[in-house]
């Protein structure tokens, strides 16, 4: 989010992640996700604040995300992808020009409807396109972590998966 001030502690990274982590790691959280073992410790506990260190983990990947996601899609599963309008990461630029070129019966479809306002409250919070299963939310005031700049404008586009089960 570049418009984050970049913060100086132990579990900060730009934004301080200390609270939510340390809860994901209490018993009855732990408990009632079915955790097991020592599974997010690497990830939660100390000073990892939520980010575990991969280097170049996709350095060589070959993976096809693009078809991997139109396989879903033709399948029947909802696919909504949704960006904070202010996240450098992860851009909602880039992320519509992918969610463009995604090879499905959908495409020309997709590429064909508008993107509509996203209105919560009667205040608009963002922009959605949907066609058929697919949807994308771009979040106004937002960076990478959704949740937490907009609560409401994440649970938006969770209701969009929601909404069609």
């Known amino acids: ?42 990830a939660f506990a100390g000073a990892a604040g939520g980010c575990i260190s991969m280097g170049a983990f996709d350095a060589h990947d070959t993976f096809d995300y693009s078809g991997a ?30 969610a463009d070129t995604v090879e499905w019966s959908g495409r020309e479809g997709f590429n064909a409807a508008p993107l509509n306002p996203l209105t919560i409250s009667g205040v608009e ?14 979040v106004e005031s937002a960076g990478h972590m959704v949740p937490m700049d907009q609560p409401a404008g994440s649970a938006a586009a ?8």
């Open 125 to 138: 919070a963002g922009q959605i396109k949907t066609y058929g299963k697919l949807t994308i939310v771009q």
């Open 1 to 42: 989010d570049y418009r984050t001030e970049s913060i100086s502690c132990t579990a900060c990274y730009g934004y301080n992640y200390t609270a939510w982590a340390n809860w994901f790691l209490k018993d009855d959280v732990l408990k009632a996700l079915n955790v097991c073992g020592d599974a997010g410790q690497d």
């Open 69 to 98: 996601i139109a396989r879903t899609l033709e399948a029947g599963v909802p696919v909504t992808f949704y960006y904070g309008k202010a996240d450098t990461a992860c851009n909602y630029v880039g992320g519509m020009a992918m």
């Open 158 to 165: 969770i209701q969009t998966i929601l909404a069609q089960q």
